[in-house]
C-alpha cells in the first residue's frame, strides 16, 4: 500500500469516527435527559416521602460523568481536527469536514449537564429544608 492509500484510508476513518461521535453525543445526551426527566418526574410526585431526593443522585453522578467524557471528547476533537486538516493538506483536497461542529455541540453539553448537575445537587441538598 503506497502512501497515498494510507492517507486515504487515515481520513476517510476519521471522516467515518466524525459521523459516529456526532450521532452517539446527540443520542447520549437525548438518553440522559429522558432518563432524568423521568427520576425528576417521581421526585415531585413523591416530594413528601422521606429519603426521596436520593432518587436524584442518579441524574446528578450520570452529569457528572457526561461533563468529564465530553470534555475529554472535546479536547481529543482538536487533535483529530489537526491530523484531518493535514490529510487535506496531504492529499491535496481543498475542503475538509469542520469537526469544530462536534467540539461546539461538546461543550454545549457539557455546559447543560453542569447545570443540570448544579441544580439536581441543589435540590438534593435543600430538600429537608
Not at 27 to 56: C, D, M, R
Amino acid at each position: 500500500m503506497d502512501m497515498e492509500d494510507k492517507y486515504w484510508k487515515q481520513y476517510e476513518q476519521h471522516v467515518v469516527l466524525y459521523k459516529f461521535y456526532l450521532d452517539i453525543v446527540v443520542k447520549i445526551n437525548a438518553f440522559h435527559f429522558a432518563i432524568s426527566g423521568a427520576i425528576f418526574t417521581f421526585y415531585f410526585s413523591n416530594k413528601s416521602e422521606p429519603f426521596v431526593q436520593w432518587s436524584l443522585a442518579l441524574p446528578a453522578l450520570l452529569s457528572l460523568c457526561l461533563v468529564a467524557l465530553f470534555v475529554f471528547g472535546a479536547y481529543s476533537n482538536l487533535k483529530t481536527r489537526t491530523d484531518v486538516f493535514n490529510l487535506r493538506d496531504k492529499l491535496g483536497l481543498d475542503v475538509a469536514p469542520e469537526l469544530l461542529v462536534l467540539t461546539v455541540f461538546l461543550s454545549i453539553f457539557t455546559v447543560a449537564n453542569l447545570l443540570t448537575a448544579g441544580g439536581t445537587i441543589y435540590v438534593i441538598f435543600t430538600h429537608c429544608v
